[in-house]
């Protein structure tokens, strides 16, 4: 090797190490930076809460049927409640894929700095049709689907709808309810 190769090599070697002890520095301080920000979350106390959703179903305008699920979740958080079946479905010839129906509730609260109480909040309710609404279908499951999506400002201990839609098949109407308790 020439002499010229071998102080170019030996630069390459020294820019190398240069790079890695400023990379390992850069690393420990994120490190650093992290292990504060954790000990600080540890320091900051949680705030628990406990969410009342109940899905109602009124017909005209009397409650005919109420379903009732709840979930503790800390503050700025998201937790979810998922009960139901997967049945499978073929849309190929030999291929199957499988879909969700029943019940999922997914939500999040997040407390502001003004300490305002904010939910997002996402439903989806799907069933199987009653025969009489399947006309046509008879030979696969029809499956009835209510979603709602939605972000509000809340109030604890007091119960409020957070959305309701009207069921195109029936006179009936659908509420999702929601009542916000903080948990000591």
Excluded at 43 to 63: C, H, I, M, Q, W
């Amino acid at each position: 090797m020439t002499i010229v190769k071998q102080i170019a090599a030996m630069g390459v070697v020294v820019m190398a190490l240069g790079f890695a002890g400023g990379f390992s520095k850069i690393l420990a301080q994120e490190s650093s930076s992290a292990s504060k920000d954790a000990a600080q979350d540890l320091a900051t106390p949680l705030e628990a809460y406990r969410l009342d959703f109940s899905v109602n179903e009124l017909e005209d305008g009397k409650k005919v049927n109420s379903r009732q699920y709840s979930i503790n979740l800390n503050a700025n958080t998201a937790n979810e409640i998922k009960i139901g079946t997967r049945v499978p479905v073929e849309p190929k010839a030999g291929e199957f894929q499988y879909i969700d129906v029943g019940t999922n509730i997914w939500s999040r609260l997040d407390v502001r700095k003004n300490g305002q109480l904010e939910l997002a909040m996402r439903t989806d309710l799907s069933n199987f049709a009653i025969p009489e609404q399947a006309s046509g279908h008879e030979s696969r499951p029809v499956i009835r689907q209510l979603k709602i999506t939605a972000g509000t400002l809340v109030l604890i201990g007091r119960p409020m709808v957070l959305g309701s839609v009207d069921d195109p098949n029936s006179k009936r109407q659908f509420q999702v309810e929601v009542t916000v308790t903080k948990l000591r």
